[in-house]
């Protein structure tokens, strides 16, 4: 089995999720939220760093997706939003694993069927396609779709082309 982290990164909140891949199946593994206390900013990134670094020690991590930076109507939020992403990165990095980056409207096409679901629309596929019961937060709902992207994304492309 592959086991693959997912993380929705974030300065305040960083999502991940993990799942495990079979030839035929995906199951869930675990998941949650590194949440930052700290006020100043370099501060943030650190424990978003130690956050991840913890997760890939403690579980057999073999391949990393994360979600990619948009940049929306606050270019400073994006900025932010890139360092977390960074700090994140770097800690998967560390530890010598691959990481593929997806775009949000990708992500969601693939799990949902449309780029433009809701995260409603997004915890509800993911607990479908894990066979979850009870609560889970939007931050863990959304690394766990970004790991299920990556999956769907693979198979896709291990399709033949018809030539």
């Known amino acids: 089995m592959t086991c693959i982290l ?5 300065s305040r909140a960083t999502g991940y999720g993990l799942i495990a891949q079979s030839e035929t199946s995906i199951r869930y593994v675990a998941s949650g939220c590194i949440r930052t206390h700290s006020d100043d900013f370099p501060s943030r990134l650190k424990e978003i760093y130690e956050g991840i670094d913890l997760v890939v020690s403690e579980y057999d991590v073999d391949e990393c997706a994360i979600e990619e930076v948009f940049v929306a109507h606050n270019p400073n939020s994006a900025l932010k939003l890139g360092q977390a992403r960074g700090a ?3 800690a998967v990095l560390a530890h010598e694993i ?3 980056e997806y775009a949000a409207r990708f992500v969601k096409n693939m799990v949902v069927g ?3 679901a809701t ?4 915890q509800y596929m993911v607990k479908m396609l894990l066979h979850l ?3 889970i937060s939007k931050d863990a709902s959304d690394a766990l779709a970004i790991a299920i992207c990556h ?3 693979k198979r896709t492309n291990d399709w033949p082309t018809g030539r």
């Not at 997912?6 to 974030?10: A, E, M």
């Open 6 to 10: 997912g993380i929705d990164p974030g």
């Open 88 to 90: 994140a990165m770097v």
């Open 98 to 100: 691959s990481i593929s």
């Open 114 to 116: 449309t780029g433009s």
């Open 119 to 122: 995260k409603d629309q997004v």
């Open 133 to 135: 019961e009870g609560d």
């Open 151 to 153: 999956v769907f994304s």
